[in-house]
T-cell receptor, first 115, second 113 residues
Framework: GAVVSQHPSWVICKSGTSVKIECRSLDFQATTMFWYRQFPKQSLMLMATSNEGSKATYEQGVEKDKFLINHASLTLSTLTVTSAHPEDSSFYIC???????????FGPGTRLTVT | AQSVSQHNHHVILSEAASLELGCNYSYGGTVNLFWYVQYPGQHLQLLLKYFSGDPLVKGIKGFEAEFIKSKFSFNLRKPSVQWSDTAEYFCAVRSGGGNKLTFGTGTQLKVEL
């Protein structure tokens, strides 16, 4: 399967600032990337789906102006949490998928804490 | 909207005990079904998947799952667990030919020596 990395693995930021999280597919051409968030003791909730070179498709209830997603290449997608607030504190996980596979390969996640 | 239910939130077993984790979904059409495992401090990994064919699928590390269409279920089983199976297990469903996964809430399994 694909090897997926995320950077940073954890970040603490102050309320009102923006944070960028990177998701890299190290050995796989990721035509599609997914961003999830996971609250403690809860399931992964899909935030958005992005196809390389296209605008992301956001799930209902996810603010696209707050969670900016860029998928400029087959190996990199970024999620920017703008004007972060404490309620945005969560575990953010990306996954990748390719044209020839129905599987998703997951990154290790990024723990965001907004103070 | 489809949903996925995992009834057991926490399971504690002794080594060599048998395991069965329940997963039910709500979607009447064609589904693809997955079980993922997340070991402590690690990323989600695919255990097994069902797309079509034999409803009994075998995955890695001795795990298997059975798709029972009439019950909308895809329960995960292992005849004899090991301490190293301690992890969180997630059931996921993809439906309608799309590529989005809907996850269950997860089951935390602890295997005691």
């Amino acid at each position: 399967g694909a090897v997926v990395s995320q950077h940073p693995s954890w970040v603490i930021c102050k309320s009102g600032t923006s944070v960028k999280i990177e998701c890299r597919s190290l050995d796989f051409q990721a035509t599609t990337m997914f961003w999830y968030r996971q609250f403690p003791k809860q399931s992964l909730m899909l935030m958005a789906t992005s196809n390389e070179g296209s605008k992301a498709t956001y799930e209902q209830g996810v603010e696209k102006d707050k969670f900016l997603i860029n998928h400029a290449s087959l190996t990199l997608s970024t999620l920017t949490v703008t004007s972060a607030h404490p309620e945005d504190s969560s575990f953010y996980i990306c996954s990748v998928s390719g044209l020839a596979t129905h599987e998703q390969y997951f990154g290790p996640g990024t723990r965001l804490t907004v103070t | 909207a489809q949903s996925v239910s995992q009834h057991n939130h926490h399971v504690i077993l002794s080594e060599a005990a048998s395991l069965e984790l329940g997963c039910n979904y709500s979607y009447g059409g064609t589904v693809n079904l997955f079980w993922y495992v997340q070991y402590p401090g690690q990323h989600l990994q695919l255990l097994l998947k069902y797309f079509s064919g034999d409803p009994l699928v075998k995955g890695i590390k001795g795990f298997e799952a059975e798709f029972i269409k009439s019950k909308f279920s895809f329960n995960l089983r292992k005849p004899s667990v090991q301490w190293s199976d301690t992890a969180e297990y997630f059931c996921a469903v993809r439906s309608g030919g799309g590529n989005k996964l809907t996850f269950g809430t997860g089951t935390q399994l602890k295997v005691e020596l």
